[in-house]
């Protein structure tokens, strides 16, 4: 059974910075599509990042790029969201997801994690 497990959330003041870590175990990381959604309260689950199976593609949502970077390691089966400068409206649940197939993910994305709050003060 595939796990997918985020770390790394937390409260952070406008302008800092967090590194979000997602662990896969049940399934090799390099056969997986990965990528990060977040949801706020009363807005829709958006696709963030995402990285291709042995990261040579990345995709990222307008409003992070040039902040946020998306990356893996397949010997440790584990993905990496760093983000630098955050604003208030970056304020979400993130969750880890992958799939074997879709590029780029979407929300019919085969696993899921349980997700992690993400905070950030003005």
């Known amino acids: 059974q595939v796990q997918l497990v985020e770390s790394g959330g937390g409260l952070v003041q406008a302008g800092g910075s967090l590194r979000l870590s997602c662990a896969t175990s049940g399934r090799s990381a390099s056969s997986l599509v990965m990528g990060w959604f977040r949801q706020a309260p009363g807005k829709e689950r958006e696709l963030v990042a995402a990285?291709?199976?042995?990261?040579?593609?990345?995709y990222y949502l307008d409003s992070v790029k040039g902040r946020f970077t998306i990356s893996r390691d397949n010997a440790e089966n584990r993905m990496y969201l760093q983000m630098n400068s955050l604003k208030p409206e970056d304020s979400a649940v993130y969750s880890c997801a992958a799939d074997p197939r879709r590029w780029p993910l979407s929300n019919q994305a085969l696993y899921w994690g349980q997700g992690t709050q993400v905070t950030v003060s003005s």
């Open positions: 990285i291709s199976w042995r990261g040579s593609s990345t």
